[in-house]
Nanobody, 120 residues
């Protein structure tokens, strides 16, 4: 089994910054990619940013040039640096780990989510 744990959410004023962390542990043969999703009340969950094992990144248009996803030095751990936060960034942020087994089977694991609230 694989555990995914997020941290770093909180309350911040518009224009401020937060850094989210996500660590995956357990039965991980290899990691294909890790990503952040968010879900605001009454809205669908949406992809925010993704980073592959090779370091390639991609961002949703609303967060480009404000958010940065990166690998940490610790294995299977990554960060989401969020700058110039806006009230519309308020949501529950979920970490996803795309894990590959020794039998080349890919499985997605989710964390419980961390709340980000941006006040105007």
């Amino acid at each position: 089994q694989v555990q995914v744990v997020e941290s770093g959410g909180g309350l911040v004023q518009a224009g401020g910054s937060l850094r989210l962390s996500c660590a995956a542990s357990g039965n991980i043969f290899s990691m294909n990619a890790m990503s952040w999703y968010r879900q605001a009340p009454g809205k669908q969950r949406e992809l925010v940013a993704i980073i592959t094992s090779g370091g390639s990144t991609n961002y949703a248009d609303p967060v480009k040039d404000r958010f940065t996803i990166s690998w940490a030095n610790a294995k299977n751990t990554m960060f989401l640096q969020m700058n110039s936060l806006k009230p519309e960034d308020s949501a529950l942020y979920y970490c996803n780990a795309a894990v590959k087994s020794a039998w080349d089977i890919a499985t997605n694991y989710w964390g419980q989510g961390t709340q980000v609230t941006v006040s105007s």
